[in-house]
Every structure is written in C-alpha cells, then in structure tokens.
T-cell receptor, first 118, second 117 residues
C-alpha cells in the first residue's frame, strides 16, 4: 500500500518557538493532504485540507496564522505551529490521497507527531 | 451534529472472547465510504477496511468481520477470539465530499478495547 511518512515523530519545544512538521507521500503524488489534531483519549479532528499549489482550507475554529500549512509539491506538505504554547501540545497526524486511488481513497496516514510545548 | 457515533467508550474483554464495536453514521450523500482504523498505543493509524455505500456484503478477514446495514446506517466491527495484541483504539470513519469538493473523513470518538490476558 501507499506510504506516508511524517517527521518528526516526537518533538519537545519551548513556549514561543515554532515547530515544523513534514508529511511526505513516498510512492505516490498526493494532490490533497489533510492535517488532524488529536488530544489524549479523543478523536481525530480535521484541522485543514492542503491542496498542492493553492492555499489550505482550514476548518472552523482553526487559526490560520497559528497553524501555517504549505503544500509546495505533490509529495510534501508541512504544518508549522507558530509561537507554540503549552495548549498546542497534542498529537498531529497527516493523511494523503491521490486521484489515482479513486474518488474516495483510503486516506493513507502518517505515523503522527507528538508535540510537547514546555 | 455528530456524523459518526461510536457509543461504547471503553470495552474490556478477556482474551479469546469476541468483541463487537458499534458504529452508526449519518450522511445525506448517496455515495459514501466507511472505514475502520486501528490506533495502537504507538499512535499510528492502521487501515483495516474501506466499504462503499453500494456494497452491503459482510466481510471477513481473519479474526475480523464487518457487518454493514444500510437500513440502520450501521457499520459494526467484530473481533473474534480476541488477543492481547488487539488492545487499541478503534475508529470508525465516514468519507464525504466537502463544499470545496475535497473528500473529508469524519471520525467517531473511538472505542478503547482492552483485552485482558
């Protein structure tokens, strides 16, 4: 099956700094990638949809200036958490789909990134 | 309104018992996809199954089986003869097209399955 690689898997940063998370599709071109956030013992909540070459579409309540998403190529999308604060500590996970997999793909997921802001 | 409902938060079973996870969904689309994912303690999401809305056949894969009932908008998942390695959170998800044309996955709250040896 298709592989999506997410890096880093774990990061600890100081409050006020920015953190970049990468999501790569390794063996297919992903025109659309999704970013989710998961709090402990909670479900996955969609943050934004990232389309290659265009601006990301953010879900209601997600701060665009806080969570910067860039999808510069068909194999890479990045999520930057700017001026991170302890409340941003969470598990972030990306997924990717490609038109080649059909209109409703199985949404391949990355391994996730556990962010801790101290 | 919640689109995917997984009512049981945590389920504990003794090893070798069967466990059924309920999933009820809500959609106005006539074409949609349903998924089950497993999330072990390490955090990654493991794809288990995808079912489209036109395929109501039940499916069996090893110790896993799924029962799709369109009439009741349910897509239940059964683990037969559970093993300790089955301990994880299981998510049911629904894929729908958003207003922007992109497909979106709406997840249920998940079922924490604990298999006791």
């Amino acid at each position: 099956g298709a592989v999506v690689s997410q890096h880093p898997s774990r990061v600890i940063c100081k409050s006020g700094t920015s953190v970049k998370i990468e999501c790569r599709s390794l063996d297919f071109q992903a025109t659309t990638m999704f970013w989710y956030r998961q709090f402990p013992k909670q479900s996955l909540m969609l943050m934004a949809t990232s389309n290659e070459g265009s601006k990301a579409t953010y879900e209601q309540g997600v701060e665009k200036d806080k969570f910067l998403i860039n999808h510069a190529s068909l194999t890479l999308s990045t999520l930057t958490v700017t001026s991170a604060h302890p409340e941003d500590s969470s598990f972030y996970i990306c997924s990717a789909e490609s038109p080649g997999f059909g209109a409703r793909s199985e949404a391949f997921f990355g391994q996730g990134t556990r962010l801790t802001v101290v | 309104a919640q689109k995917v409902t997984q009512a049981q938060t945590e389920i504990s079973v003794v090893e070798k018992e069967d466990v059924t996870l309920d999933c009820v969904y809500e959609t106005r689309d006539t074409t949609y996809y349903l998924f089950w994912y497993k999330q072990p303690p390490s955090g990654e999401l493991v794809f288990l199954i995808r079912r489209n809305s036109f395929d109501e056949q039940n499916e069996i894969s090893g110790r896993y089986s799924w029962n799709f009932q369109k009439s009741t908008s349910s897509f239940n998942f059964t683990i037969t003869a559970s093993q300790v390695v089955d301990s994880a959170v299981y998510f049911c998800a629904l894929s729908e097209a958003g207003l922007d044309g992109n497909n979106r996955l709406a997840f249920g709250k998940g079922n924490q399955v604990v298999v006791i040896p």
